[in-house]
């Protein structure tokens, strides 16, 4: 006696653009080809979508020297903090296509993302300086760049705005204004009238008594802070209307933010050489602008 052998459904597989549909008894399920993140020791190439580009950074662990057991740990958490940072901009690449003008990548995801790695390569530094000789020079790993074609300047092909492009953002309206002169001890400064005025905590006047020693250093660091205050101050004036409702936030109070915890650090760390380094001037690092 012959016995009819069982019907299977036949699958059927079809590769399109890099997601795979897959046909199986009828039910068709779509697998989308997401960005992927790549990373090296600290993650020195992050892959995005190929419209956005890619964020590269340079790399950090192979500069260093000998990591004494003592710092090994904050190194680790640090170097880890580093791919961190370039995944979320990289997010955040994606995330904002279309967005502001020209200048946006560079302003609200490039320049962050050097501030932050300015932080985080000075704290390994420290780290290391602890116990061993500090490494120099790290800074300059810091900036990152973006290659391949990106579209993160507001408009498309042929000049035709993308969706979410920068048409009818109202970010930071107002009259421009001209620049005014950073404030008293060279933590406060006057923007334009019409862009507002950012405001920062005084730091001179919350540090202990400088070692003579450190005094050079320190009030080059002082000055700088106020140089980074009226730089801030003027991009508030020259960005006027550019980018959504979180712009300034994002672009230059940020920013700012981080270059001042870096700026603040540097200023503990001289005191520091030879006298009770100052705890907690990591809390004046923030700004807040003033319409």
Avoid: H
Wanted: aromatic share 2%.
């Amino acid at each position: 006696m012959s016995r009819a052998l069982p019907k299977y459904n036949k699958r059927r597989v079809t590769f399109i653009g890099g997601a795979a549909a897959v046909a199986l008894s009828g039910t068709v399920i779509a697998g989308f080809a997401l960005a992927g993140e790549g990373s090296k020791s600290d993650g020195t190439s992050a892959r995005t979508l190929a419209g956005p580009g890619t964020i590269t950074c340079p790399d950090v662990k192979s500069k260093l020297p000998a990591v004494p057991a003592s710092a090994k740990a904050e190194v680790d958490r640090n170097l880890t903090l580093l791919n961190t940072q370039i995944q979320e901009a990289n997010k955040r690449l994606v995330d904002t296509v279309g967005q502001g003008g020209p200048n946006f990548v560079q302003n609200a995801i490039l320049g962050p993302l050097k501030d932050k790695r300015v932080s985080t390569v000075n704290r390994i530094a420290t780290a290391i300086g602890r116990t061993a000789a500090k490494p120099q020079g790290l800074d300059s790993l810091a900036a990152c760049t973006l290659n391949g074609a990106g579209t993160n300047a507001g408009g498309g092909a042929a000049g035709k705005p993308q969706a979410g492009g920068n048409a009818g953002n109202t970010g930071n309206t107002g009259n421009t204004g001209n620049t005014g002169n950073a404030g008293n001890a060279g933590n406060a400064g006057n923007g334009g009238g019409g862009a507002g005025t950012i405001t920062c905590p005084d730091v001179k006047s919350k540090l202990p008594a400088v070692p003579a020693s450190a005094k050079a250093e320190v009030d080059r660091n002082l000055t700088l802070l106020n140089t980074q205050i009226q730089e801030a101050n003027k991009r508030l004036v020259d960005t006027v209307g550019q980018g959504g409702p979180n712009f300034v936030q994002n672009a230059i109070l940020g920013p700012l933010k981080d270059k001042r915890v870096s700026t603040v650090n540097r200023i503990a760390t001289a005191i520091g050489r030879t006298a009770a380094k100052p705890q907690g001037l990591d809390s004046l690092a923030a700004c807040t602008l003033t319409k």
